[in-house]
């Protein structure tokens, strides 16, 4: 018999251990190995990872979704979209005293993170004379 497919507990985790610094006054921080499919600034990517923090005070809109988190958020007082597959975060912790989880890195993406632009699939519409 067979097992049946179940979803990463990953997401599940992320958000746990996110819920657990925020209900001890602790700042949750990220880190994330960055490649094609994370949008962050590249100017504070550091030896291939960036460090992020998701507290509610640093970020607007954050969403931790089953697949990617995403916010809005400042650097060097310039507002960024920020956007992390799930697969890319090694570990989530708590600035204040270290305490987190750590996470094996997934397998890279190649394809972009989501609401990137993408050009039209169907031709434009076009003026006809009406007699």
């Given at each position: 018999?067979?097992?049946?497919?179940?979803?990463?507990?990953?997401?599940?985790?992320?958000?746990?251990?996110?819920?657990?610094?925020?209900?001890?006054?602790?700042?949750?921080?990220?880190?994330v190995?960055?490649?094609?499919?994370?949008?962050?600034?590249?100017?504070?990517?550091?030896?291939?990872?960036?460090?992020?923090?998701?507290?509610?005070?640093?970020?607007s809109?954050?969403?931790?979704?089953?697949?990617?988190?995403?916010f809005?958020?400042?650097?060097?007082?310039?507002?960024?979209?920020?956007?992390?597959?799930?697969?890319?975060?090694?570990?989530?912790?708590?600035?204040?005293?270290?305490?987190?989880?750590?996470?094996?890195?997934?397998?890279?993406r190649t394809?972009?993170?989501?609401?990137?632009?993408?050009?039209?699939?169907?031709?434009?519409?076009?003026?006809?004379?009406?007699?």
């Amino acid at each position: 018999m067979q097992t049946p497919e179940t979803t990463s507990t990953r997401p599940y985790m992320v958000r746990a251990m996110y819920d657990w610094c925020v209900d001890n006054n602790c700042t949750p921080l990220i880190v994330v190995a960055v490649d094609a499919s994370v949008r962050v600034p590249a100017e504070f990517v550091q030896n291939g990872e960036i460090v992020l923090n998701v507290s509610l005070g640093a970020t607007s809109n954050l969403s931790l979704g089953n697949d990617f988190i995403e916010f809005k958020a400042r650097f060097g007082g310039v507002a960024r979209d920020i956007c992390v597959p799930l697969g890319r975060v090694s570990a989530i912790y708590a600035r204040e005293n270290g305490q987190g989880m750590t996470f094996p890195l997934e397998a890279p993406r190649t394809d972009p993170p989501p609401s990137d632009p993408k050009p039209p699939s169907t031709p434009r519409p076009s003026l006809m004379r009406v007699k």
